[in-house]
């Protein structure tokens, strides 16, 4: 006796578009505040690969360009609450690790980047992955870091437009970001630590 199951069952779906605009697979999110698994993409095939592909690009290309700037984020409800805001210049990386081919992706936009990555431990890792393939390429980005372990959907929710906007126009630079890593873990006043 088997049971199907539907991957996709309580989730809201989302199309994914190829860099040109045409869909190629989709992603689902959870909605009800389940926290694994948050997001389920469609299966990897020959013209669907993850680590090739950034969400919102084909719409954001010639914002980005204009405003000489780009925001990576991490899920399509980031990008979507943010557009609701007025940014319209960014990208999602659908929860995978920030890759070598998305970060020539990047380039192509502009080489001024913001990480806005969610402020949970995997936030944190991916900004740091994130951050480790973009200087490879000779990009220093900016970070943003939002708190209470808030996504950019949540944050934009709870503080508002302005604090957002506010927090996207004041971004940490590459020393600040480690700098605020150390204070995490270390006294920096005390100099044995």
Do not use: W
Not at 1 to 16: A, G, H, K, W
Not at 102 to 131: M, P, Y
Not at 138 to 160: A, C, F, H, M, Q
């Amino acid at each position: 006796n088997y049971t199907l199951n539907d991957v996709y069952r309580n989730r809201i779906m989302f199309p994914l578009y190829d860099l040109n605009g045409k869909v190629i697979g989709y992603n689902g999110r959870v909605y009800n505040g389940e926290t694994e698994n948050k997001y389920v993409n469609s299966k990897e095939t020959d013209i669907f690969k993850k680590r090739e592909l950034l969400y919102n690009y084909h719409r954001a290309k010639d914002e980005c360009r204009k405003k000489k700037s780009v925001i990576i984020m991490e899920g399509p409800m980031d990008i979507i609450r943010a557009y609701t805001v007025g940014v319209t210049n960014c990208v999602a990386t659908l929860g995978t690790a920030f890759g070598k081919e998305q970060a020539l992706l990047i380039r192509k936009l502009s080489s001024n980047v913001i990480l806005c990555f969610d402020g949970d431990e995997a936030g944190l890792k991916a900004t740091k992955g994130a951050i480790e393939e973009l200087t490879k390429i000779g990009i220093e980005p900016k970070i943003v870091r939002l708190e209470n372990n808030s996504d950019p959907d949540d944050y934009i929710i709870k503080n508002g437009k302005d604090s957002f906007k506010s927090k996207i126009d004041n971004p940490m630079n590459i020393m600040e970001f480690k700098e605020s890593l150390l204070k995490r873990e270390y006294n920096l006043k005390n100099t044995k630590e």
